[in-house]
């Protein structure tokens, strides 16, 4: 009778990955200061700092790219005009009109033809002059322009470096992106301190534990339940990598959505070597299930998306601070050795 009830116990969890675990008020919380040991913080952004971009930065997500207009960021102190060629593949040039130097942006885009809007000048692949001179890479979820140094010892790709992701067909993304006074670095190492994670985000997460055995400067793996308000929460195990300099990836390795990603991606604005240092962060989520609830998801995506954007946007009002804190007192300490 008790092996019969134990197998029915462990049948339920595995049907059913919510949790009861009560949310700790924060008069009980566990502070997290002991394990984010800032040598072992900069040590792994040290790591991740050595990882080639190839030249590659993200410019945003995908759908902010349409068929028939063009679009501009900014991407490490350059105007960038992003458009679609006739078979819809992204193309990526300079921001400005070689004719007089207008803004590209919001411009008719005709079988792959950017129609500047203060007198209709062409530009794109085969105009003269050709205006697509930047490589460009849609990968489906985000839009990539390679335009930032090539580390030494590395070579300009054809494509950026790419973290595995879950089947399109089979799962569901979301893209958000905000900038904040900061330069990158800022933003990786604020997600390379996962310890912060259920004390600085408490409505989000909790019961956190790096596991140091499987863990290294290239990659951590930790526990984390994901709160579902005070009561309930669903456990998952998750590794945190870095593909490249700029990019860090949370992917779930154990629990309910077994390979969903997070994607954490920083561009920055400004020039390098620029002061103060303008960086956007873009958060791609694509998540996956194999549960039958998922596939409902899925036909309600447009609203699900909602959510996920509006619950990474409040982390990040959170983090953003603290990339940018980050960033002042580093700024500080160096105006103080200069001075």
Known sequence: MLRVDRSWR????????????PQTTPAHLRGTWRQAKPARIEQALAAALRRPTHGWLVAGASTEVPATRSVMRTVAGREVALWRDADGSLLAGPGACPHLGARLHDCDVVDGTVLCRWHGMPLGRDTDPPWNTYAAHDDGVLVWVRLGPVEEGADPTDRPVLAMRPRPEGSIASVISLAATCEPRDIMANRLDPWHGAWLHPYAFSDLRVDDDASSDDRLVLDVAYRLGRTFAVPVRAEFTCPDSHTIVMTITDGEGVGSVVETHATPLTAPGAHPARTVMTEA???????????????????????????????????????????????????????
């Open 10 to 21: 462990e049948d339920v969890r595995r049907r059913i990955p919510v949790r009861y675990l």
């Open 285 to 339: 989520v694509v998540a996956t299930s194999d549960r039958g609830g998922f596939a409902v998801a899925r036909r309600m995506a447009r609203l699900v998306r909602v959510g996920m954007r509006a619950s990474a946007t409040q982390l990040w009002a959170d983090d953003l601070e603290y990339a940018a804190r980050r960033y002042e007192m580093r700024r500080r300490d160096a105006g103080t050795l200069e001075g």
